[in-house]
Structure formats: C-alpha cells, structure tokens
C-alpha cells in the first residue's frame, strides 16, 4: 500500500477549490483543498496504479474510505491519521476470503471475523494473527470450539560460521468440542381473535339467565332452611338404621362384624 502523504503539485501556491491535481510523481488527486493540503472528499490515484476513495483530513487519509489495491484486495471502513483504524473489512482478491472486524494503527487487532469460502472464524486477533478462545464455523453445520495458543518454534540461522537458535512464538489452534450449529427462530407471540359483539338473541338470552338466576337462588334459600329443620338427631340414625335392613342394605360397621364371624 502507498502511503503518500503531501506531494508537491506541478503549479506552486494554496488551492481551496475542488478539481484536479497533477503531482510531480505521476499521481493524481481529485476533489477537494483548504489550504494546500487534501481536506475532505477526494480520490487519490498513486504512482502504482492503486487508489484511495473517500475522506481526507490535513493531507492524511482520516475518516471513512475505501482503498483499492494493485493485487485487487480492497479495505472498506475506518481510517486515522493515514491508517487503518477502527472498524473495517479487507478483502483478499486471491482467496475470496475476508477479514470484518477491529483494526489498531494500520494492525488487525481485537473482535473480529475471518470469513472463508465454507467456513469462518471468530474471535480476537493481535498482530494480524489470532489470539485467545475463538471458535471455527462450517457451513456442514457444526461448531469447533477451542482456542490459539502461543507456541515456541525453532529457527535455526548461519551467521559467520556460527549456527544460533531463534525461537518464535507462532499461534496453534487447540480444539476443545464440536457442537452443532444453533439456528436461531424467532418466537412470535400467539394471536387471539377479536371479541365478538354479542347480537339480540345473546343479549335475551343472557336477561333470562338472570330472571333464572334470581329464582334458583331463592329456591337456595329456601332449601337450606328446611335442611336445617330436617337435620337428623340421635334418634334417627336408629330410624335410618332400620329402613337400611328393610331394603337390603348393610352397613360397613354390620358388614365387618360378618366377616369376624365366618369360620377359619
């Protein structure tokens, strides 16, 4: 990526208005000045080939754009003082894959997501490569989950005559389970049907019921009163002791003393 800052212009002097601008290294600038300095929106078109589209601010790429690069990858997002910083997705023309996330100074740092042809990762990366518990996504349907862990890797170098060991730490993915994928369905709320207006027969109906009503409760009143004057005493329950032999029925204090006297 070229990181062409201020170039000097073929025609010396401030512009503050919008146009095109030739510099003396073969790029192009267009759209807008304060100052003699790139400020705002413009297109700069560098010396090889690549370009940036979007805003600028005191000559620097600051804000949002898009940056399109000789090997046909692009970036998309935020940038800082001529950096990318912020949120942003590069896009590796080669591979069809793509990294959406956190970008810090130009880096890919923090959350993000690196999306492949059939599969996917997320997670969190630092110095471009990633850190930390995260977890694979394949389109069979399955989750891996695990995390990269930092592991020694020896590097062996000549140096006049004398052989040294380097180590260098390079991320290992560690895998700790396999589950399938969660699909998400939303849960909609049951719906009732509206209440319906009760038409004139309902209506007479429900006044009889309450003429109905009325009576079966003074039929209730009534009723109780003579429960209470009915309500055996001792001597009935010798009378209704006797009725019960008349017809048959046994009671189940008889019916024990019966079976006590059955032969063994």
Known sequence: MSDLGSEELEEEGE???????????????????????????????YPDG??????????????????YYVNNDTYTGEWFAHQRHGQGTYFYAETGSK??????????????????????YQGKFLNKNPVGPGKYVFDIGCEQHGEYRLTDVE???EEEEEETTMMTLVPKWKATKITELALWTPTLPEEHPPAEAPGPEEVLGAEGDGELMEEGQALADISEGETDSLRPGEDDG????????EYGIVSFEEEESKQSELPE
């Open 15 to 45: 512009n503050d208005i919008g146009g095109i601008y030739k510099f003396k290294s073969g790029a192009r600038y267009i759209g807008e000045y304060v100052k003699n300095k790139k400020h705002g929106h413009g297109t700069f078109i």
């Open 50 to 67: 690549s370009r940036y589209e979007g805003e600028w601010a005191d000559d620097l790429r600051h804000g949002y754009g898009v940056y």
């Open 99 to 120: 990294y959406v996330g956190t970008w810090v100074n130009g880096q890919q740092e923090g959350a993000a997501e690196l999306i492949h042809l059939n599969h996917r």
């Open 155 to 157: 590097r062996g170098e």
């Open 238 to 245: 010798d009378s209704t002791r006797e009725d019960s032999r």
